[in-house]
């Protein structure tokens, strides 16, 4: 559905007018799955321009330090980071609302987002154990992200008629966060010498971040220097009428949910990550040599990103597990297997028994996880939308773990 139409939209396209962008390309819509996005208004050809945005519509940390604020970043010491400047502005300008140049821009921005620091603690423990402990880092990063800047936002008193407390907020940052978080794009390291020494690489985009994800394309996107212009080439041809794509990386679920706040169906790069705990759940107790093989896998980088995908299990989850399983009189074979040699058929048929059992383990916790975030959606009705995605995600996790187990099952039987 063509969203062309709508005011916001034709306001921000007079507004990037005015600074030089003109396209013809693309066109506001909404679409079926993703929602908003960008639309192709004519056929698309391969290595095509598909946005070319002059440098005079990006917001960057220039921006900021050439506005009103400019001056009071200056003499803060120790120097703000290149985020809190850029978030200090976006905080700045929607409290300016109907007197803020960038109030077209700010209009389509996302009123609130659904990255896990976000989302109510209840359904962030229903996330997969190792997304809860990041979403919980990501909760107290920004949180002390928000204490530590309160002395600077005081500072900027004079400039507003109300109390700062009550403008640069803990939800007004978080909000502000999460738009350079999830929309910017990455520029050549800047340095400004009233700003801290971290890397000074992210800018808003408007109108080119509408262009929604999708893992099954490429796109060449960079700032160019002659044409001081922010230009997306496409790798894919694209028919008139048709959403157009980029893509952010080759991310997982996990991933894309924890930077962006959204999980993509049919990602091939989604897999499902097996902790050091579940790694040896089905081990023989017995084994007297355990602690020195997980020495030697966590040694060698084998006890970390140990994953099933849409192509069974990892080769480095089969790897970990061959060595788990050698036989005393084998130990002394440990180097071999991480170079991938076959060490027995006894050990090869052991490590696909042990990952089929983790495997269907999985899929049993999955189902659970996936019955009880439905009865939550059935109690919690004002969490739908929160809880939804997180149902999408143990969704595509369960057609992971069971597309892997009939992998495994094929592997066993090769073997017999």
């Not at 009233?194 to 999708?214: G, I, M, R, V």
């Not at 004002?382 to 592997?411: D, M, P």
Request: charged share 25%.
């Amino acid at each position: 559905m063509n969203e062309s139409y709508k005011s916001e939209f034709i306001e921000l396209r007079k507004w990037l007018k005015d600074r030089k962008f003109q396209d013809s390309n693309l066109v506001p819509a909404r679409f079926p799955g993703t929602g908003r996005g960008l639309m192709s208004q004519t056929s698309l050809q391969e290595g095509q321009m598909i946005i070319s945005l002059p440098e005079s519509c990006l917001l960057t940390t220039d921006t900021v330090i050439q506005s009103y604020l400019g001056a009071y970043i200056a003499k803060w010491k120790p120097p703000p980071s290149p985020l809190l400047a850029l978030c200090t502005f976006l905080v700045s300008e929607k409290h300016a609302g109907d007197r803020s140049l960038w109030k077209p821009y700010l209009e389509i921005l996302p009123k609130a987002y659904t990255c896990p620091v976000c989302l109510e603690p209840e359904v962030v423990n229903l996330l997969p154990i190792s997304l809860k402990a990041k979403a919980e880092e990501q909760r107290a990063h920004v949180q002390e992200f928000f204490a530590s800047s309160r002395d600077f936002f005081s500072s900027l008193q004079p400039l507003f008629a109300e109390a700062v407390d009550s403008i640069f907020s803990y939800s007004a940052l978080l909000w502000a966060w999460c738009t350079v978080n999830t929309r910017a794009v990455y520029l050549r390291p800047r340095q400004w010498e009233c700003l801290s020494a971290e890397p000074d690489t992210c800018a808003l985009a408007p109108y080119l971040d509408l262009l929604n994800h999708s893992p099954h394309v490429q796109v060449k996107a960079a700032f160019n220097e002659e044409t001081h212009c922010y230009e997306i080439r496409t790798t894919s041809r694209w028919r008139k009428h048709e959403e157009v794509f980029i893509c952010y990386g080759p991310h997982d679920n996990h991933r894309l949910f924890l930077e962006y706040g959204f999980v993509s169906g049919h990602n091939p790069h989604a897999c499902v990550y097996v902790s050091r705990e579940i790694l040896v759940k089905y081990l023989p107790s017995t084994d007297k040599q355990m602690d020195k093989k997980i020495s030697i896998l966590k040694d060698h980088g084998y006890i970390e990103n140990l994953t099933f995908g849409w192509d069974g299990p990892s080769w480095r989850l089969l790897t970990a597990l061959k060595l788990l399983s050698l036989e005393a009189e084998k130990f002394t074979c440990w180097r071999k297997v991480l170079l991938g040699e076959v060490i027995s058929d006894t050990n090869e048929k052991t490590s696909l028994d042990i990952a089929q059992k983790i495997c269907c383990y999985f899929i049993e916790e999955t189902t659970a996880m996936l019955q009880k975030v439905s009865r939550t959606k059935d109690e919690k009705e004002a969490l739908i939308n929160q809880l939804t995605l997180v149902e999408s995600l143990w969704t595509e996790e369960l057609k992971i773990l069971r597309t892997s187990a009939k992998t495994l099952h094929s592997l066993q039987i090769a073997l017999t």
